[in-house]
């Protein structure tokens, strides 16, 4: 597998890696059996860099990650923010959730919050180190009104021990895991950041980070992983879009797509998982397959050919932001 640097780091990741979202039951029925199957699969693969999070079936993701990684070579990240605290939700559905751990979470992104949450994602895990720690959630998208209280710890408090974690060599990098610009944006103002874990706003379908963060983040120094690159599913066909259902102008403009890439006989899915990569900013690109299946297909669609034609006939048709890269 290819591999790019992280930001400044002397790290450096696989371009194709495993998001482990459905590896907690987020959005999918997946038992752990399977997951661990999921996972002994990507690595039969050569895939090498795995990335989790507390959020992902409550601490069920982090889990299976650690007992299939532990023992071998691998790239982690994981994410901090949420606290997990004994007792289940009511309705794990609410939440987007099949078959949760019994935990709920409590949100705290203060200095005792993230060193909290780091050595906690460690005692699921049964690993004894995290590669990449990212910030997760923060941003009006998962708080509204709430996210100013919130950024006030990271800066005040929060970001202080992910540089601590940094400088003392416990984590290789560190950055946010998250669904929109405006926070990232906001983070470069209050320090140093290596990797933006950015889901769903640089695709195929959307390109909204070209005009401000990315020339942000390429005076920074922060390079970025594209999360979501099929935006929830409606870029595979599915009804889904920033994790619920798709409006119709979203629609319209996959079914768009849809129709160039049927025309060129291009897989759209392997156009979307290829697109971000063109952008010189990204490092790696982190699809959450559902099964060993879906993981196999990932990787067909990764390695297929697509004709220069198809990425020229979407500028066209005036289908990619003005400026965006596409592969070569």
């Known amino acids: 597998m290819k591999q790019r640097r992280v930001g400044k780091t002397g790290l450096s990741i696989d371009v194709l890696g495993l998001g482990g979202a459905p590896l907690g039951g987020n959005f999918v029925d997946l038992d752990n059996r399977e997951a661990a199957e999921l996972i002994s699969a990507a690595r039969k693969a050569g895939m090498s860099y795995f990335d989790t999070a507390p959020w992902y079936g409550f601490g069920r993701s982090e889990r299976v990650m650690g007992d299939m990684l532990r023992g071998s070579e691998y790239i982690l ?96 990098a560190i950055g946010l895991g998250v669904n929109e610009n405006a926070v990232c944006e906001a983070a470069l103002g209050i320090g140093q950041w290596d990797v933006f874990l950015l889901a769903g706003r640089y695709t195929l379908l959307e390109q909204t980070p070209l005009e401000t ?53 291009v897989p759209l899915a392997a156009a979307a998982l290829q697109f971000p990569l063109a952008h010189e900013i990204m490092t790696s690109v982190i699809p959450g397959p559902r099964n060993a299946g879906e993981l196999a297909q990932i990787l067909d669609w990764f390695e297929a050919p697509i004709p220069a034609e198809f990425w020229a006939d979407l500028q066209n048709k005036g289908l990619l932001a003005e400026g965006a890269p596409v592969p070569e």
């Open 77 to 172: 990240s994981d994410k901090v923010g949420r606290l997990l605290k004994p007792g289940a939700v009511p309705n794990p559905g609410d939440f987007g959730m099949i078959d949760p751990l019994p935990f709920n979470v409590v949100y705290d992104y203060s200095y005792d919050g993230i060193m909290r949450a780091y050595e906690d994602n460690l005692q699921r895990l049964g690993l004894e180190r995290i590669d990449i720690l990212l910030v997760h959630d923060i941003g009006k998208m998962t708080h509204g009104d709430a996210n100013g209280a919130h950024f006030r710890d990271l800066e005040t408090g929060g970001y202080r021990a992910l540089d601590e974690l940094r400088a003392s060599g416990q984590v290789k």
């Open 213 to 265: 963060l990315f020339p942000a983040c390429a005076k920074a120094g922060t390079t970025v992983i594209c999360g979501g690159p099929f935006n929830s599913g409606i870029l595979v066909g599915r009804e889904m879009w920033n994790y619920a259902k798709a409006p119709e102008d979203v629609v319209a403009k996959a079914r768009a797509l849809g129709d160039v890439a049927a025309a060129h006989d």
